[in-house]
């Protein structure tokens, strides 16, 4: 039996609310009690809680349309995750919970359309260490009433040790707790992430498409191991294991939770006759990245292992699934969502002769990018979205790794993560763009052309921070 609402320590919605993986008829609806978001427990007991929820096509719920109970359970750190169905296609509904006397905000969320090519818009985000700024761009983003979705590609928390990289000296941004090691550590990092109200209104505005990197667990970690900087160190595999837990925990994931440590995440999402959108995880099924002999940092020289042919950063199963998938969709777009820099960057000391490369990602894989590219290029106007880098690119993918140009990659900097300043354009002219700021990428995706706007942040430690569009590219439809 669920407990009384009455034996909440306090207000239970101290972290928001959330939607995602919105449908033509369905989106997923989140929350979590935690009256004290701190503890490991949320402040809440080891007991079931219902909680109810609504659904309606107005802000002041007149018009409900769908409500229920849900149950929040301490197996699942009181998380709440509903999935409400036969929604209208391409429709704004409101939603809220409801656990005693205590209501939440209100949120916000669109379904998708089923059909036709009307006009999608959405921000392209990633890389959100907050202890690197505050989160203006995700003021900014809430703010933008034209938006459809937010589409997210890693590193939402960062399992980095605190430090205090505050201009002021005050350590208003520093993580509270050491890297994490267990679930309690994890979910700790995911508590203080989503106090900050401005990604709580970004939440609350608009359903997210969310893709994780590498720091949800530790830093450039591949299926069976960690990178090089490991910060907590330990059983790689039962910390893995509770890292996918508590990332499922705090986001408005499809049921079921994790399991065994594994979690597909890997998925397509259309949107309507317009574009489809393959998600791609980069990290949970990567044979350990190349060249570790000569590469002891991020970018390293090749070697003869980098070009194995059998060496894979998707896992079989997802690379097959997702060149059967390019090669069928028939959407008028087709976008491959990486979290990683797909079309690759020759990353050699400015004035060096030897080619460097960041050996964990696409750059370190390349006989399945070829097999990826080759898939791409059958496909309807294929375009590339990624993040990791923390600088907004854009890049013509091909000539990066020896063949014409296959089509364009539109690279979303870092929300507030610690930007990556050193230009390599000299040695890559397959690089358009190249900017370190802070910020994101507004798409608008129509049936002719895909719009791509760079949202840069001037003060990274201005919460309030008015972004500035300082770029913009259309590349027209075939
Ligand atoms: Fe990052």
Not at 274 to 296: G, H, K, N, V, Y
Not at 372 to 380: K, M, N, R, S, T
Request: aromatic share 12%.
């Amino acid at each position: 039996m669920p407990t009384p609402a009455a034996d909440l320590a306090g207000e239970p919605f101290t972290l928001g609310v959330a939607s995602g993986e919105p449908l033509a008829d369905s989106v997923v609806l989140w929350t979590r009690l935690a009256p004290d978001p701190a503890d490991p427990t949320g402040g809440m007991p080891d007991e079931l809680f219902d909680v109810a929820y609504d659904v309606a096509r107005d802000e002041d719920f007149t018009t409900v349309i769908a409500s229920g109970l849900a149950i929040a359970d301490s197996d699942y750190a009181h998380s709440v995750h509903v999935e409400p169905g036969d929604l209208e296609p391409a429709t704004t509904y409101f939603y809220r919970f409801r656990i005693g006397e205590h209501v939440s905000q209100t949120g916000r969320t669109r379904t998708l359309p089923a059909e036709g090519t009307d006009p999608f818009r959405f921000a392209l985000t990633t890389c959100q260490d907050p202890q690197f700024g505050e989160y203006a761009a995700w003021a900014d983003i809430a703010a933008d009433d034209e938006l459809d979705a937010v589409i997210f590609t890693g590193d939402y928390i960062y399992e980095l040790p605190p430090l205090d990289f505050s201009p002021q000296g005050d350590g208003r941004r520093m993580w509270t707790t050491p890297p994490p090691a267990d679930l309690a550590g994890f979910r700790a990092r995911y508590a203080q992430v989503k106090r900050d109200p401005s990604l709580q209104a970004a939440h609350a505005a608009l359903p997210f498409l969310t893709m994780w990197d590498d720091h949800e667990i530790t830093d450039n970690y591949w299926a069976d191991g960690p990178g090089q900087f490991d910060s907590a160190g330990g059983d790689f595999a039962a910390r893995r294991a509770a890292a996918y837990q508590a990332w499922w925990e705090h986001q408005p994931a499809r049921a079921p939770a994790p399991t065994a440590g594994t979690h597909t995440l890997h998925r397509s999402v259309r949107v309507g006759d317009l574009a489809e959108f393959f998600l791609i995880d980069t990290r949970q099924f990567a044979d350990e990245p190349p060249c570790r002999d000569t590469s002891a940092f991020d970018f390293g020289a090749g070697c003869d292992e980098r070009d194995d042919p059998d060496r894979t950063l998707l896992g079989d199963d997802q690379a097959a699934w997702l060149t059967a998938g390019l090669r069928t969709s028939n959407a008028r777009w087709t976008s491959l969502v990486s979290p990683s820099m797909f079309a690759g960057l020759d990353a050699r000391d400015p004035g060096g002769v030897e080619p460097k490369y960041y050996l964990e990602a696409w750059d370190g894989y390349p006989a399945e990018r070829a097999r990826v590219a080759d898939a791409l290029a059958d496909a309807p106007n294929p375009i590339v979205l990624s993040g990791d880098y923390h600088a907004s690119f854009v890049l013509d993918v091909g000539p990066g790794f020896g063949r014409d140009v296959i089509c364009p990659e539109v690279m979303a900097t870092a929300i507030s993560s610690s930007p990556f300043a050193t230009d390599y354009t000299a040695a890559n002219p397959h690089v358009q763009y190249f900017n370190p700021d802070n910020g994101y990428t507004r798409c608008t995706v129509t049936a002719d052309r895909w719009q791509a706007d760079y949202r840069s942040v001037g003060d990274i430690w201005n919460p309030a921070d008015p972004l500035e569009t300082v770029a913009s590219f259309e590349f027209p439809a075939r």
